[in-house]
């Protein structure tokens, strides 16, 4: 409760004011400059405790996608303590994949996958959202507005998009743009209209934050395309996942390219094919890493043996005299089609399946959005395996090994962070 004298002092300068309106007028605009110096520090969305460096975005309108990318993220506070339950709480959202739904809170986007890397001493986060929402305008004023943690405007026209925005503090780098109206805090980042991709780089200057780096011990992977997710978006029959099951299938056919040549390579130098002759009943091998190992537990319905890829691996590596990398399916989770890849042998009779999403002109469907691509050294005619050098001689395959990935960075990032998992490297 005020004081007596407080609150006499509060109604006689409040009367003062309003008998000289020139002084209150003066006042009002003094209040107002106040206002406008707070704006003008105002930074990025500080949810969660947390700041980053830099901020990446990447909205593709075609795709209905948004990838963004957090650099460098640092503590709000001060507290060690604190710090450490925010570090397990992060840690616990990117494993669920809402690490980027809690913290900028979209309208519009959900987020299916994140992950947490560790980069030269610096926390990285990744994030990947989809939305069902076409409106333009909507999206991409959710996405900055949220990101930037402010009011903005967007302006499309034939020619280029707008983002209007007020507050100092941040730089703006990427394919677009930007301009600041001279003598304001008012800025604008300008993308041409046919570009497929809106990026802008965010960049701020942070002082007195602390790292948070030292909580992590390992790079996390969130969950990524959960089922519960993709049905939502699958079930409005929008092929919203297409941007991603694009570039992968690319890169599962490039395996089964990549594996086949191995095996083959396998059989000239040692005059078998791996795991011949070991067992009487089939052998099964899956290319699964540690993250895909529990969608494979299912198995063949019918007596066989499995080998451990680890082994699969190493007989190759024992039979060729070198080190090989090891590929895996790009997707950690299943939609839709199994997520590893399968050799078989039985006898002398090899296969080796990859699974993709589209039937591109040779795959076998299996059942929507399933279809599968098979090698066997003893291809029968009229059945689903080809030969080796028969499927990397098709025109359609080799149309689709050979296009440019949408994503091609992140894919290739995927692929390097198990190039050598099962030697633990």
């Not at 003062?16 to 206002?35: A, C, E, N, P, Q």
């Not at 590893?340 to 002398?348: A, H, L, M, W």
């Not at 059942?367 to 050294?377: D, F, S």
Request: include cysteine; aromatic fraction near 16%; proline fraction near 3%.
């Amino acid at each position: 409760m005020q004081s007596k004298p407080t609150k006499n002092f509060f109604v006689f300068f409040l009367s003062f004011l309003i008998k000289h309106k020139f002084i209150f007028s003066l006042f009002v605009l003094f209040l107002g400059y106040l206002m406008c110096v707070t704006s003008s520090f105002a930074q990025l969305n500080e949810n969660l405790n947390v700041l980053p460096e830099e901020v990446y975005i990447g909205y593709q309108p075609a795709y209905k996608f948004v990838e963004i990318v957090e650099y460098n993220v640092l503590s709000t506070r001060d507290n060690d303590a604190k710090i450490s339950n925010d570090v397990q709480e992060i840690t616990n959202m990117v494993q669920k994949a809402n690490y980027c739904d809690k913290r900028y809170g979209f309208n519009y986007f959900e987020s299916i996958e994140e992950e947490l890397t560790i980069d030269r001493g610096f926390v990285e986060i990744r994030c990947v959202l989809l939305t069902e929402h076409g409106n333009l305008y909507d999206a991409i004023k959710d996405i900055f507005g949220k990101v930037l943690d402010r009011d903005v405007e967007v302006t499309i026209s034939d020619e280029s998009i707008g983002l209007h925005y007020f507050g100092d503090g941040v730089n703006v780098g990427g394919n677009n743009n930007a301009y600041t109206k001279k003598g304001t805090d008012q800025h604008v980042i300008f993308w041409k209209r046919d570009v497929p991709q809106l990026d802008a780089i965010l960049n701020i200057r942070l002082k007195n934050k602390k790292e948070i780096v030292g909580g992590f011990t390992k790079n996390i992977v969130g969950s990524e395309f959960s089922q519960r997710k993709s049905n939502s978006f699958l079930s409005q029959g929008q092929p919203l996942l297409d941007f991603f099951q694009n570039d992968a299938d690319i890169y599962r056919l490039r395996h089964i390219k990549y594996y086949g040549e191995l095996i083959e390579e396998y059989y000239s130098k040692v005059g078998k094919y791996p795991f011949e002759g070991d067992e009487d009943v089939p052998i099964y091998s899956f290319v699964a890493n540690d993250m895909q190992k529990k969608f494979t537990e299912k198995g063949a319905p019918y007596p066989h043996k499995r080998y451990e890829f680890k082994r699969f691996i190493s007989t190759l590596e024992e039979g060729l005299g070198r080190e090989i990398k090891e590929y895996y399916d790009p997707q950690l989770s299943p939609v839709n089609t199994p997520n590893f890849y399968i050799y078989k042998i039985y006898d002398n009779t090899y296969y080796f399946a990859v699974h993709i999403s589209k039937h591109y002109g040779f795959a076998t469907k299996i059942a929507e959005h399933y279809y599968k691509v098979e090698i066997t050294n003893r291809p029968v005619e009229g059945q689903r395996a080809f030969g080796l050098y028969e499927l990397i001689s098709n025109k359609n395959y080799q149309e689709v090994i050979n296009s440019k990935p949408v994503k091609q960075g992140f894919f290739e990032d995927r692929a390097n962070q198990f190039l050598y998992h099962t030697k633990g490297k």
